[in-house]
């Protein structure tokens, strides 16, 4: 009987030493790792109860003498602690199973099986970060697209399991040539592309030579000595495109380049009129956008700052190809002009623009429409003919165009004003400067020009509050347009602080996304319709001004 009670005594301290620290452990250990934190309370919770049962049972059998019942139910406990830490590791082994192979479909689905490199999926989400980050610290990112210049051949002398290995030599090789933080990513065949955040344009081309150095290398495939070359192109962030699709499709137009020209790499920039083919790719897209029709026109409400009413809609030009993605009026713009498709464009926005006032019109919508024309529209002989005719075409009151023309332009011939200018207003049409202010207009020319408003820069407005300079300068600016006699609109109002400091120093007229971005015409007529802007008169102070 003694020994029972003894192997008892062990049996019922082993049992709790057991169930204590080995459930004690895994709970604090997997705590917060596995499913939800109010679970494990729950089980620690039972676990105590059960381990406190225990201590009372072992009481009790210290107390009272032991029958042959209290060791079956010893056995029991001991077996039941046994069991309970069994169910518990093995449970916790397969939610590790489960979790890891939960895992490796993540990597699966996010990594190229070949390179194990990150894939299209997980570079859009890279470059997205990327992106969101320099938005907010108004900094830069660049982009490149690169792939391999002999791949083919590899692929078509040697099959595809060569070409395969000499992919899976070269993804290392790129990781290695590239900094920490940097994402290198295989898209699919044999291109790369790789997001440098926080990178400009020197540092992209930095890193770009180091990979065409690195790439240099032979690769030793299959025995074989392959000297493969690689192209790369480069895109930046904010100046080539605001999304990811725009700065990939930008560095592919940049990679094509710097596969045709043999260079290594080469920069996407057409503004800059550095790469003719780039430039050649653009116009021909262009040409073909114009004639087809693909471009559309967006609209920005120009308000009156103190009534809140609509004064004008600013006219703006939009462009979307399949393959370079968004392409801004400010690339555009130059490379129509250099290329003589400017009159065609300027036409077809002149035209569209004005056919859809009327149709605003038809709805008693009364405001000015408000276009911008190029440095070679003004220049054009036949634009006072093309205007007068499209004017009496659409039976639109000339009083209700206003022409937008950049201060630089206005100043192409420094003695005399231009001739475009004085017949426009002959015919009623207003004129105002845009981005005034960037120009360096000398005053007294400013006065020799009869136009009817100028626009402050958007670049002194957007930042007036937090720069003293720039409000300086709208303040000046202000100042000379009423002495002039011309209304005063600023561009660029991105805040309700920026709107009410423009208020304060009496600024006429204004613009800017907080107000309104510029909308397609079916969004402008939503928001014409929710700011109430139905059967109004024109801004009586416009007219005055005009
Ligand atoms: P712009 O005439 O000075 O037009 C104002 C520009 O500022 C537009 O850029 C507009 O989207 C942008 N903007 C408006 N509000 C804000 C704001 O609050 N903050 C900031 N940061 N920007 C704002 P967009 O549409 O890119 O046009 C750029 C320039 O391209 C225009 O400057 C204009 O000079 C030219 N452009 C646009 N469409 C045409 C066109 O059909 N013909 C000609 N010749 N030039 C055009
Ligand atoms: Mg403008
Ligand atoms: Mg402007």
Redesign the pocket.
């Known amino acids: 009987m003694l020994e029972i009670a003894l192997i008892s005594l062990i049996l019922i301290s082993v049992g709790l030493l057991i169930i204590s620290l080995r459930s004690v452990w895994s709970i604090c250990r997997e705590q917060g790792t596995f499913g939800p934190d109010y679970a494990w309370k729950c089980l620690g919770f039972l676990i105590a109860l059960f381990i406190l049962g225990y201590l009372v049972y072992l009481s009790s059998l210290l107390e009272s003498e032991m029958q042959v019942i209290d060791f079956v139910v010893v056995f029991t406990l001991f077996a039941g602690s046994c069991f309970v830490v069994a169910v518990m590791r093995l449970s916790l082994i397969s939610i590790k199973e489960v979790k890891k192979s939960d895992l490796q479909v993540q990597h699966h689905a996010l990594h190229d099986a070949l390179t194990n490199l990150p894939n299209r999926v997980l570079l859009n989400e890279a470059m997205s970060r990327a992106i969101a980050i320099a938005k907010r610290k108004n900094g830069s990112l660049a982009v490149m697209l690169m792939d391999l210049n002999n791949f083919k051949e590899v692929n078509d002398t040697l099959g595809h399991f060569s070409g395969d290995k000499l992919l899976q030599c070269v993804a290392p090789v790129l990781k290695k040539s590239v900094r920490e933080i940097d994402t290198v990513a295989r898209l699919g065949g044999d291109e790369f592309a790789v997001i440098l955040p926080d990178a400009n344009i020197d540092d992209a081309k930095t890193i770009a030579s180091r990979i065409i150095c690195a790439m240099e290398q032979p690769f030793l495939v299959d025995q074989h000595e392959l000297n493969v070359g690689i192209s790369i192109g480069i895109s930046q962030y904010p100046d080539d495109g605001v999304d990811g699709d725009s700065l990939l499709q930008k560095a592919d137009v940049a990679m094509y380049i710097a596969k045709h020209n043999d260079s290594g790499f080469s920069v996407y920039d057409i503004s800059r009129g550095e790469n003719s083919l780039a430039k050649r790719v653009v116009l021909e897209k262009l040409r073909s956008a114009i004639a087809e029709n693909k471009l559309t026109?967006?609209y920005?409400p120009i308000i009156n700052l103190h009534t809140g009413g609509l004064y004008a809609l600013?006219?703006?030009?939009?462009w979307h190809d399949d393959e370079l993605g968004d392409i801004?009026?400010?690339e555009f713009?130059p490379v129509?002009?250099q290329s003589g498709s400017?009159k065609q464009?300027?036409l077809w926005?002149l035209e569209t623009a004005i056919r859809q006032f009327m149709k605003w019109k038809e709805f008693n919508l009364n405001f000015i429409l408000s276009?911008?024309?190029?440095a070679k529209?003004i220049q054009d002989e036949g634009m006072f003919n093309t205007l007068r005719h499209l004017l009496s075409k659409y039976e639109m009151n000339p009083s209700q165009l206003n022409i937008?023309i950049?201060e630089s332009s206005m100043m192409l011939d420094s003695k005399q004003p231009n001739h475009l200018i004085s017949e426009l207003n002959q015919l009623g049409v207003s004129l105002s400067i845009?981005?005034f202010g960037t120009g360096f207009s000398p005053l007294s020319y400013l006065k020799k020009l009869s136009t009817q408003a100028i626009?402050i820069?958007?670049s002194f407005?957007?930042d007036m509050l937090d720069d003293h300079s720039d409000d300086v300068i709208v303040r000046s600016i202000i100042n000379i347009a009423h002495n002039l006699n011309q209304a005063v609109v600023a561009?660029?109002?991105?805040t309700s602080e920026c709107l009410e400091r423009l208020k304060e120093l009496n600024c006429r007229y204004g613009?800017?996304?907080?107000?309104c971005?510029?909308l397609p015409v079916n969004q402008i007529n939503t928001w014409l319709e929710e700011n109430g802007i139905k059967d109004m008169a024109i801004d009586e102070e416009a007219i005055v001004a005009s």
């Open positions: 026109l967006h920005q600013e006219v703006l030009t939009r801004r009026p400010d713009i129509a002009e400017i464009l300027s926005v276009i911008n024309l190029s529209d937008e950049i845009d981005d626009k820069d958007k407005v957007v561009e660029g109002i991105e613009q800017g996304y907080f107000i971005r510029p």
